[in-house]
């Protein structure tokens, strides 16, 4: 089992930066590989980002690309969200997720194949 906490979220304002951790305990988080997803109040859960279990690959969503940076530090077992340029559209609870089948450069956007999931954390960007 893999239990997964979230933390650093809260309010900024338009423009602002916040970032997100999720800290792993457990089974070996080095080789799980990483997600972030988002879900806004009506909305369905959507990719945000992710990253390899290696570290060597990551993919974000085309609405967070160029503002997000996604990062893992295996040997803390955390891994990061930093978001910058915050937009009032980002508002959304921010789930973290693990995925425990994929190789070692392999990435997953779907969030059926994630296996462990954190409790969320609200980030709310003011306008």
């Known amino acids: 089992q893999v239990q997964l906490v979230e933390s650093g979220g809260g309010l900024v304002q338009a423009g602002g930066s916040l970032r997100l951790s999720c800290a792993a305990s457990?089974?070996?988080?080095?080789?799980?590989?990483m997600g972030w997803f988002r879900q806004a109040p009506g909305k369905e859960r959507e990719f945000v980002a992710a990253i390899s279990w290696s570290g060597a690959n990551t993919y974000y969503a085309d609405s967070v690309k160029g503002r997000f940076t996604i990062s893992r530090d295996n040997a803390k077992n955390t891994k990061y969200l930093q978001m910058n340029s915050l937009k009032p559209e980002d508002t959304a609870v921010y789930y973290c997720?693990?995925?425990?089948?994929?190789?070692?450069?392999?990435?997953?956007?779907?969030?059926?194949?994630?296996?462990?999931w954190g409790q969320g954390t609200q980030v709310t960007v003011s306008s």
């Open positions: 997720a693990a995925d425990s089948t994929l190789g070692p450069i392999a990435i997953a956007t779907d969030p059926n194949e994630y296996d462990y």
């Open positions: 457990g089974r070996t988080f080095s080789t799980y590989a």
